[in-house]
């Protein structure tokens, strides 16, 4: 069964930082951070290929950067100059594609609190 584990969620002031990590049990075409606040619908934050090539959503773009270690399956975001609306529970996701097929996994969510 593949799973993906979070970690490196917690609480900060606005302005502070943190880095989650997010480690698969096997390799992952694509590997991203998505997040949900409350009453909301979840978001795509960042996203990485295994060669690299990234994606951001445009509110985090500059303060936030994604990497993976392809060794590791790991996938990390390293978040700066956090704001109280990046508030929200972060979800790690892992794609791969086999065939005709694409496989979604999910973590189990790690919260990040920002206070102002």
């Known amino acids: 069964q593949v799973q993906l584990v979070e970690s490196g969620g917690g609480r900060v002031q606005a302005g502070g930082s943190l880095r989650l990590s997010c480690a698969a049990s096997?390799?992952?075409?694509?590997m991203g951070w998505y997040r949900q606040a409350p009453g909301k619908q979840r978001d795509m934050v960042a996203t990485?290929?295994?060669?690299?090539?990234?994606n951001y959503a445009d509110s985090v773009k500059g303060r936030f950067t994604i990497s993976r270690d392809n060794g590791k399956n790991t996938v990390y975001l390293q978040m700066n100059n956090l704001k109280p609306e990046d508030t929200a529970v972060y979800y790690c996701?892992?794609?791969?594609?086999?065939?005709?097929?694409?496989?979604?996994?999910w973590g189990q969510g790690t919260q990040v609190t920002v206070s102002s």
């Open positions: 996701n892992g794609v791969n594609t086999f065939r005709f097929f694409t496989y979604d996994y």
């Open positions: 990485i290929t295994s060669d690299g090539t990234t």
């Open positions: 096997t390799e992952m075409n694509i």
